[in-house]
């Protein structure tokens, strides 16, 4: 029998691994920043960035949305993957016909540059690669085993990493991207047949009952893509690759907690929730204290990476990036306000309401559309991060306050804990800011170990003001309360397994 509690605890295993092992991989993408920063120029991370949100456009305009409704079915049969394998093999064989067939005309209507036509043609290799992985490896994500799919996905980054350093320093050109980006899909598609090997064979025989399912899905996938990459599309064309190659690192650094927190707790959602989508009640504590707990996660952390923005620039990167330093204290706002709404993404997909999150998603799509056109053409870079910021605080409050209306989210038990998240949160700014410039005027340390220094404050400060109002408050449950029996049971685990090797 699947319970709340049952769910709440596999969930938060998932979500903890999958956010530990997804900071080691952020770690290792901002060692390949660092690395690359030296030997690349902002022109070179722009003509790759430019040429991968086009693979990324008709990767998601094929999207066939056959895994969500492999997740979502309990009973799938043999003939279920095989039919998703073909349609997959299907999918990657139009990409790579599009690509080579229409290169030049992205190129006219996208970018001046020659350099983005040479890349998306070299790249339509990697992606018909890429829809050949195994089509069991689905099942990893609907066992909500995280800790697999995590350490997957690092070995594939970190083989693409080498293979890009590498190439970095003997090429010095954008080609060292293409190359990791190779190293990397074809560790994907060989990990994943070792790991989840099936019998895999060519066959439509249950199209009609995938497709016919995931309509939804893909207008979904399709309008999201659009949300999120406008901004790539609008800085290509109104400002120039270099603008797009600082734009692109410092979106990086910025989307940090949310591509670190809350997206992979919303992975770890979907099928938690899908599996309570006929117990509201469960459903709706279930949602509403994962909310809280990213809540919990993502501020102190959009907050900490606002005020150390420059410190954190100016020691690690050349100084030809530093722009990159008001670009990332304006993009926490965006990735704050994201990390809000990204997890009820995956909360109506669970209860499954697609066709309502479809029609959410295109309208998404319209006021970014909209709203970032407008800033771009009248105010610049500046303008289009401002309009982006918005368009996601009225996301937000759209979601949440339907999520309410359907009684899939509790409001009042979600402030009634956010509370003391968000005043550690101001405390901490206050310790961080104070000893930012107390370091500057009268420590005469380096600036690398001045923010790990600055990091080490933030994070105790936070910590400590957390657990004392959660004391003072008569240890309510809540964020704390999870965390708290959750490590006691990790620690009598490891307990148990080491006595059990003593025997």
Not at 429 to 438: E, G, L, N
């Amino acid at each position: 029998m699947v319970t709340n509690k049952s769910v709440g605890k596999r969930i938060l295993d998932g979500s903890f691994w999958t956010i530990l092992l997804n900071v080691s991989i952020r770690i290792l993408g901002f060692v390949n920043i660092l690395v690359l920063a030296r030997f690349l120029e902002p022109h070179d991370m722009g003509v790759y960035a430019a040429a991968a949100v086009i693979i990324e456009l008709i990767t998601v305009l094929t999207q066939t949305g056959v895994g969500p409704v492999l997740i979502q079915r309990s009973n799938s049969l043999v003939s279920h993957y095989q039919t998703a394998w073909t349609i997959n093999i299907i999918r990657g064989t139009v990409i790579f016909c599009v690509l080579q067939l229409f290169g030049q005309f992205f190129v006219t209507v996208y970018s001046s540059d020659p350099d983005v036509k040479q890349v998306i043609q070299v790249l339509a290799f990697s992606a018909l690669l890429g829809c050949s992985s195994s089509a069991y490896f689905i099942n990893f994500q609907k066992r909500i085993d995280f800790r697999t799919i995590a350490i997957f996905n690092i070995a594939c980054r970190l083989a693409g990493l080498i293979a890009t350093i590498i190439a970095a320093y003997l090429l010095r050109s954008f080609w060292a991207l293409v190359v990791g980006n190779f190293v990397t899909t074809t560790m994907n598609l060989l990990l994943s047949h070792v790991l989840a090997p099936g019998n895999h064979r060519l066959t439509l025989s249950k199209a009609s009952d995938l497709i016919g399912s995931s309509r939804w899905v893909m207008l979904h996938e399709i309008c999201a893509f659009t949300s999120l990459k406008i901004d790539t599309f609008l800085i290509t064309r109104f400002l120039g690759t270099r603008t797009l190659g600082i734009y692109d690192v410092g979106y990086q650094v910025a989307m940090m907690p949310l591509q670190e927190i809350a997206l992979p707790v919303s992975r770890a959602l979907f099928p938690g929730l899908a599996s309570l989508a006929s117990d509201r009640e469960a459903f709706r504590d279930l949602l509403t204290s994962f909310l809280a707990a990213i809540f919990y996660l993502t501020v102190p952390a959009s907050i900490g990476l606002f005020l150390i923005a420059e410190l954190l620039v100016s020691s690690l990167l050349p100084e030809e990036w530093f722009d990159t330093i008001d670009v990332i204290r304006v993009l926490v706002a965006l990735a704050l306000m994201r990390s809000l709404f990204s997890p009820t993404i995956s909360a109506l997909m669970g209860a499954g309401q697609l066709e309502l999150n479809a029609k959410l998603s295109a309208l998404g799509a319209i006021l970014s559309i909209s709203f970032l056109s407008f800033g771009v053409v009248v105010y610049g870079l500046i303008g289009m991060m401002v309009a982006a910021i918005l368009v996601a605080a009225l996301r937000s409050v759209i979601y949440l306050r339907i999520l309410q209306k359907l009684d899939m989210f509790n409001l009042r038990e979600y402030f009634m804990t956010i509370w003391r998240a968000l005043i550690a949160a101001l405390f901490m700014a206050f310790c961080v800011d104070q000893f930012i410039k107390f370091g500057s005027d009268s420590l005469s340390i380096h600036q690398f170990p001045m923010l790990l220094a600055t990091i080490s404050v933030g994070m105790i400060s936070y910590t400590a003001v957390v657990n004392l109002l959660w004391v003072l408050a008569g240890k309510p449950g809540g964020v704390e309360s999870s965390v708290d029996k959750w490590l006691r049971d990790q620690l009598k685990s490891l307990g148990k397994s080491k006595d059990s090797g003593l025997l």
